[in-house]
Nanobody, 115 residues
Framework: QVQLVESGGGLVQAGGSLRLSCAAS????????MGWYRQAPGKQRELVAA???????HYADSVKGRFTISRDNAKNTVYLQMNSLKPEDTAVYYC?????????WGQGTQVTVSS
């Protein structure tokens, strides 16, 4: 059974940092490319960062240079380090496979950036 548990969100001022974690069940992280997605109120969910099983990364233009995705296969965990946060980064953040997410989504973690 797929389980994805996101954590690490919170309220932060613009310019601040947060580190998100996603703990997955089984070997999901080890064998799949993984991504961090976000959904802001009234907007569609979007992919912001992804990492392949080999460690290659790619980022949405809006977060490039500010966010860093990483993975720990031994811990079945994916991380998202977010620096220089902006109010427009406010959203619920989720992790899932990339490019084809599972139908199952975790509860996500709320990130709120105040100006």
């Amino acid at each position: 059974q797929v389980q994805l548990v996101e954590s690490g969100g919170g309220l932060v001022q613009a310019g601040g940092s947060l580190r998100l974690s996603c703990a997955a069940s089984g070997s999901i992280v080890k064998i799949n490319a993984m991504g961090w997605y976000r959904q802001a109120p009234g907007k569609q969910r979007e992919l912001v960062a992804a990492i392949t099983s080999g460690g290659s990364t790619h980022y949405a233009d809006s977060v490039k240079g500010r966010f860093t995705i990483s993975r720990d296969n031994a811990k079945n965990t994916v991380y998202l380090q977010m620096n220089s946060l902006k109010p427009e980064d406010t959203a619920v953040y989720y992790c899932n496979k990339d490019p084809t997410p599972y139908d199952y989504w975790g509860q996500g973690t709320q990130v709120t950036v105040s100006s």
